[in-house]
């Protein structure tokens, strides 16, 4: 498992002392890094994310619950312990609704803090361990939908068809095949077939039609277009000119 990085929150030095000794004699996987109040918390958390939030609730400037709600707004998914002096159900219930993972009242009890730390950590191996598994799918989910499309380009190939191959949503498969390779499903499977249409129409004799069919268009006036808008010229002109180029 990777190096976690905890960030403890806490206003009194004893206390951030206390629970840095805590993590850090049973030599977790974890780096531990302090704040003297939310607003800290929250600065140093934008420069660097930590896995873990360790926080008091009663902090001047931002307290534990408001820095909580302002880490879920933003879309965090830090794992939140929080650490507090107040044991009142208001407390507790705010923190559930802000998506806290544990909830420990001081004095901290140091078995409960063990109980409750440890269950963080192996949710966070969970998670990386799933991670990787969907990334590993994604990649090789978009992986074969690359090979389809140069195997089978002369196809009609739809977006949902590719999907339903890699069992993905169409959404889905559109949305990752765009963060993977920087370009829509549907342009880069154009773009291949005018890039193999611009070679058949250098390197051989065959009928513009017949060209137009063999990378999967059977209408040659769209055809005609897409490999316009692709090269700035016509098949025919595409063709001139290669081939004028050859001869000189």
Not at 10 to 26: H, Q, Y
Not at 171 to 190: E, P
Request: net charge neutral; aromatic share 10%; glycine share 6%.
């Amino acid at each position: 498992m990777r190096e976690l990085t905890c960030l403890i929150a806490e206003d009194s030095s004893v206390e951030r002392d206390g629970l840095r000794f805590l993590i850090e004699s049973k030599r977790y996987p974890v780096r531990v890094l302090e704040a003297a109040n939310g607003e800290d918390a929250l600065e140093n958390m934008e420069k660097e994310r930590a896995d873990i939030l360790i926080t008091d609730i009663r902090m001047p400037f931002m307290d534990g619950l408001a820095l909580s709600r302002a880490i879920r707004e933003r879309g965090w998914r830090t794992k939140i312990l929080i650490c507090s002096a107040y044991g009142e159900f208001t407390y507790a219930k705010q923190a559930i609704e802000y998506g806290v993972s544990g909830y420990l009242l001081k004095p901290i009890q140091r078995g409960e803090f063990y109980r409750q730390f440890e269950q963080l950590l192996s949710g966070l191996e969970q998670e990386e361990k799933e991670e990787e598994h969907d990334a590993q799918t994604e990649h090789g989910a978009i992986e074969s939908v690359l090979r389809v499309i140069h195997e089978r380009y002369r196809e009609p190939l739809t977006l949902e068809g590719l999907a339903q191959g890699v069992h993905f949503a169409p959404t889905y498969l559109s949305a990752l095949f765009r963060k993977k390779t920087g370009t829509t499903l549907i342009k880069y499977l154009t773009n291949y077939r005018m890039e193999r249409a611009a070679e058949m129409l250098t390197k051989s004799d065959l009928p513009i039609a017949e060209i137009a069919r063999r990378v999967g268009y059977d209408n040659i006036s769209y055809f005609s277009l897409l490999f316009k808008a692709r090269f700035g010229v016509s098949p025919a002109q595409f063709r001139k000119a290669r081939r004028t180029g050859d001869k000189t």
